[in-house]
């Protein structure tokens, strides 16, 4: 019976005729199938007993991916010897008759198989087609949830830069997580691993530095782990790094910080720290604000148009990157940033 139902299924199904005419436990029977398959289940229907023809009938469906391939030897039953079932064996029916697959039986497996994953192939592309102008398409894991979901970015990001402090967020990430930044947790964690980030990609820099406000012994731990860190990204981050280290340090230590990207194997940061002194790093930065974004100098901008600004630039970016926008959004970024410092000296005096 295990092999009538094995060759059925990978037949297309059908039904199975069981000189049986009692109720038949249809679990027991396909608990019994699938131990002869691997563990796969195949479906059994509802049993139709015709007692006047001493069997019954059995409705078994097709198995979507044939063939099933018996897993194990079976004894045969009561009253016969040797193996009934072996292992590796392909049953499939031919009329009333069921056989061991031959050549034609997998060739037609195989050429039903790529003919529905075209098929497949086919419904997604029709899908994509139909789609309306200006879309964007969203790759999902099996979990359902987009890898770009701020929440799963994030978790994601934590996870891999605890066990690794050079596994950073990149660009797009951080600027995905800019648009969201009003939903991000107050972590110092968290703010740890946007600042060191965004110092070795800009745009978003000044922005986490304003608005997440790290404290000084953070910004002393980030500085210290970008100038050893093992990771080869710094090519943006020595520049970066003169110029935060110029904002928040005193001159005196600027200087230290100046001869230790010197000393320093990275070229990047010999050559952002050559000749620097903070003065012209602060002049440099005063002049940035200058910049021109839409016509309209930063300065003319109120600090709600430059948050608008930013948020309608970050979009852009996501969308379709380019130099010009992530420069755009960096100086931005700064003009906000010198606003909030000018701001908090004012509330000090």
Do not use: C
Not at 141 to 164: H, K, Q, Y
Not at 185 to 203: C, M, Q
Not at 237 to 259: C, H, I
């Amino acid at each position: 019976m295990v092999r009538d139902i094995i060759g059925t299924a990978n037949a297309g199904g059908g039904e199975v005729l069981w000189d049986h005419p009692e109720p038949v436990d249809v679990e027991a029977l396909g608990a019994l199938v699938a131990d002869h398959v691997g563990g796969l289940r195949v479906e059994i229907g509802e049993p139709i007993i015709e007692p006047d023809q001493g069997h019954v009938r059995l409705p078994i469906d097709a198995w979507a991916t044939p063939p099933l391939v018996v897993s194990r030897n079976s004894e045969a039953g009561a009253g016969r010897t040797g193996i009934s079932l072996r292992k590796g064996e392909v049953y499939v029916r031919h009329g009333r008759q069921i056989r061991h697959a031959n050549r034609t039986d997998f060739r037609s497996w195989t050429d039903g198989a790529v003919a529905a994953e075209s098929d497949r192939w086919r419904a997604r592309l029709t899908l994509l087609t139909d789609i309306p102008a200006g879309s964007q398409i969203r790759v999902l894991p099996a979990t359902g949830e987009a890898f770009d979901e701020p929440s799963v970015l994030l978790d994601r990001a934590l996870t891999l830069w605890r066990a690794n402090r050079s596994r950073l967020l990149n660009g797009n990430e951080l600027v995905v997580l800019f648009l969201a930044r009003g939903i991000l947790p107050a972590d110092d964690e968290i703010t740890e691993l946007l600042v060191a980030s965004a110092l070795r990609r800009r745009p978003t820099l000044w922005f986490w530095l304003a608005e997440r406000k790290p404290t000084a012994a953070a910004l002393q731990k980030i500085f210290d782990d970008l100038i050893v860190g093992g990771d080869r990204d710094k090519t943006d981050a020595g520049r970066s790094l003169v110029e935060v280290a110029a904002m928040y340090e005193t001159a005196s230590d600027f200087n230290e910080r100046m001869a230790e990207l010197q000393r320093s194997r990275y070229r990047h940061f010999q050559q952002a720290a050559e000749n620097t002194n903070r003065i012209d790093v602060l002049d440099r930065l005063a002049a940035g604000r200058e910049t021109t974004v839409r016509k309209r100098k930063l300065s003319a901008f109120g600090t709600v148009e430059l948050v608008d600004l930013a948020q309608q630039l970050a979009s852009e970016l996501r969308s379709k990157p380019s130099s010009s926008r992530s420069r755009q959004l960096t100086m931005v970024g700064l003009e906000l940033f010198a606003r909030d410092l000018e701001a908090s000296e004012r509330a000090s005096e």
